[in-house]
């Protein structure tokens, strides 16, 4: 009996410790050593945690996702690349290129975003632009597109430069844009890669993402490291659990070994405080939308994805809406999957999220009714 009072006198405290001590600590959020970090999830891009989210940093080879979001919209898997001497001499270039190889766009875009190679992303700009400067241009112009407000592109792989800035916000936006092209998430996603040179002789060597994460953390599922001095530590980090999909952003972390450490408690709260609910099925999201000015007088409008409801903690899905941000009238001709406006999503009113709506494709040519719209589009707009 005496041993169980000694034993009960013990434990009490320390049960009182646990019922009032740690549930404080259960849910609370992250702790993150970045000067700015943002955590999203990834379908309506949602904000669920931030932090100086909007503030200016250098975004060191985070840089490189628009890099490489432009090459594979603009070369062949295959294409070959030639090195130049300034893509050579580019510092911390790990796959060590040498001037007059040749890769094939691939290879390159690969060792680019998978181990970070700065001359990679060099000989991609000059391929793709003419010149560096010249595809910066494009960098910048896909940044407006996406509204990266806070962006300004002076490079394409993110060294130092006092004119070459981003937001977390910025950075996370770029992110999930990305990440809805399946061969970017593809090559993002893998833990190594074997790398093929092409020209003057065929050789092969063995590399492993740079992204930690992606062999640690359960779910993982890209993305892109940085780091500078200027820039500290940064990531761009995504794992996907029962159907969540969350993107943290991390910048100017001390360390190299925190930017994980401060991504993996973000996504750790996120899982924990978010969960998925069933909205509407992309093939219910549909519009009709004019045309003016080409070889049809109308085209149908769809949501690029199924709408599901990211629910923090005790949240209703009934407090959920959607509507429409899409001009009444179009002008023609349209790209197949064009995107042509926004479906919002609000939470008590309040918009959250978006998705893209994309257009059926309407060819060039004359019609009458095509040519009506365009006559009548003033008052078609407001109908």
């Not at 430069?161 to 910025?170: I, M, Q, V």
């Amino acid at each position: 009996m005496y041993l169980l009072r000694r034993l009960g006198l013990v434990g009490l405290p320390l049960f009182l410790c646990f019922l009032f001590i740690c549930p404080a600590h259960v849910g609370a959020e992250p702790v993150v050593a970045a000067d700015a970090a943002i955590l999203i999830e990834s379908t309506t891009g949602r904000v669920i945690w931030e932090k100086n989210a909007d503030a200016a940093y250098q975004p060191a080879s985070m840089t490189k996702m628009m890099t490489c979001l432009l090459a594979l919209h603009s070369l062949k898997v295959h294409e070959l690349v030639p090195i130049s001497a300034a893509a050579a001499a580019t510092e911390s270039s790990p796959l060590g290129l040498r001037a007059g190889e040749q890769l094939e766009a691939d290879e390159l875009i690969h060792g680019m975003m998978m181990i970070s190679d700065n001359g990679a992303a060099v000989a991609l700009a000059e391929k793709i632009g003419g010149s560096v400067p010249a595809f910066v241009d494009k960098m910048n112009a896909e940044a407006a597109a996406l509204g990266m407000t806070g962006t300004h592109f002076h490079n394409p792989n993110g060294l130092t430069d006092p004119l070459h800035y981003s937001t977390a916000r910025d950075m996370a936006t770029l992110t999930r844009h990305a990440m809805r092209e399946r061969n970017f998430r593809n090559i993002v996603g893998q833990p190594q890669m074997l790398i093929k040179w092409s020209r003057p002789q065929v050789k092969f060597q063995l590399f492993q993402n740079t992204n930690e994460l992606l062999k640690t953390y359960q779910g993982a599922t890209g993305v892109k490291t940085g780091w500078t001095q200027a820039a500290g530590g940064c990531l761009a980090a995504s794992a996907r659990r029962e159907g969540l999909e969350l993107i943290a952003i991390v910048m100017h972390a001390p360390t190299e070994a925190q930017r994980f450490r401060d991504a993996q408690a973000m996504l750790d709260y996120g899982f924990q405080h978010v969960r998925m609910v069933r909205g509407y099925a992309q093939a219910n999201l549909t519009q009709q939308c004019w045309v003016s000015g080409a070889s049809q007088a109308s085209t149908t409008v769809r949501a690029a994805a199924d709408v599901n409801y990211p629910l923090i903690d005790e949240e209703d899905a009934s407090r959920y809406a959607i509507s429409y941000d899409l001009p009444r009238v179009l002008t023609g001709p349209i790209k197949d999957g064009q995107v042509v406006g926004q479906l919002v999503v609000r939470y008590d009113g309040e918009p959250v999220g978006s998705i893209d709506m994309q257009a059926d494709g309407v060819a060039p040519g004359f019609s009458l009714g095509g040519w009506l719209v365009g006559v009548f589009a003033p008052v078609l707009a407001l109908v």
